[in-house]
T-cell receptor, first 114, second 116 residues
Framework: AQSVTQLGSHVSVSEGALVLLRCNYS??????LFWYVQYPNQGLQLLLK??????LVKGINGFEAEFKKSETSFHLTKPSAHMSDAAEYFC????????????FGAGTRLFVKA | GAVVSQHPSRVICKSGTSVKIECRSL??????MFWYRQFPKQSLMLMAT?????????EQGVEKDKFLINHASLTLSTLTVTSAHPEDSSFYIC????????????FGPGTRLTVL
């Protein structure tokens, strides 16, 4: 069975500081991994995805994530936080079992302080 | 590209009535659509997987007679909440995958349902 664990329901950083959102997964087969962002009362927007190509994945808005199989992790980072990055972030895992079914983590709320 | 819309964005209804939510893929064909519900400050919970032309597959614990899903075309899936009750109040989000199979889901903006 697949599962996703996001460490920390809330993360607070200062504007300009490094953003690090943690995600660990479990999967019996090589997974597809995703990070999504959700702004209040909106749907989800794909930030980036890992699909067994390069382990360091670059996404939109300056975010990137590194797939580490040995640590079963897929942490999301951004070198310098911006006020507009304040949102809810979800890590997700899926696998192709005749169709893709995605399991979401509990989410991490990112606060950015001026 | 890959835009998914939902209608309505917000709906308020009385207890006991039925509410239909539409999910459309605007610029691509979606073989598979997914329906999620999200409670305040919580993650998305998959309710069902909807494949065009066939019956939806519901997750464990989701009542298929209460949450009717129809996927009549490659661009439209509907979720009908029948005999809605206050506990059905939630944020409902759909997503769609490209025809031919794709690892990426494209999400709609969500529908806020409030049942009085």
């Amino acid at each position: 069975a697949q599962s996703v664990t996001q460490l920390g329901s809330h993360v607070s950083v200062s504007e300009g500081a490094l953003v690090l959102l943690r995600c660990n997964y479990s999967s019996s087969v090589p997974p597809y991994l995703f990070w999504y962002v959700q702004y209040p009362n909106q749907g989800l927007q794909l930030l980036l995805k890992y699909t067994s190509a390069a382990t360091l994945v670059k996404g939109i808005n300056g975010f990137e994530a590194e797939f580490k199989k040995s640590e079963t992790s897929f942490h999301l980072t951004k070198p310098s936080a911006h006020m507009s990055d304040a949102a809810e972030y979800f890590c997700a895992v899926s696998k192709n079992t005749g169709g893709f079914k995605t399991i979401f983590g509990a989410g991490t709320r990112l606060f950015v302080k001026a | 590209g890959a835009v998914v819309s939902q209608h309505p964005s917000r709906v308020i209804c009385k207890s006991g009535t039925s509410v239909k939510i539409e999910c459309r893929s605007l610029d691509f064909q979606a073989t598979t659509m997914f329906w999620y519900r999200q409670f305040p400050k919580q993650s998305l919970m998959l309710m069902a997987t909807s494949n065009e032309g066939s019956k939806a597959t519901y997750e464990q614990g989701v009542e298929k007679d209460k949450f009717l899903i129809n996927h009549a075309s490659l661009t439209l899936s509907t979720l009908t909440v029948t005999s809605a009750h206050p506990e059905d109040s939630s944020f409902y989000i759909c997503s769609a995958s490209l025809a031919g199979g794709s690892d990426t889901q494209y999400f709609g903006p969500g529908t806020r349902l409030t049942v009085l």
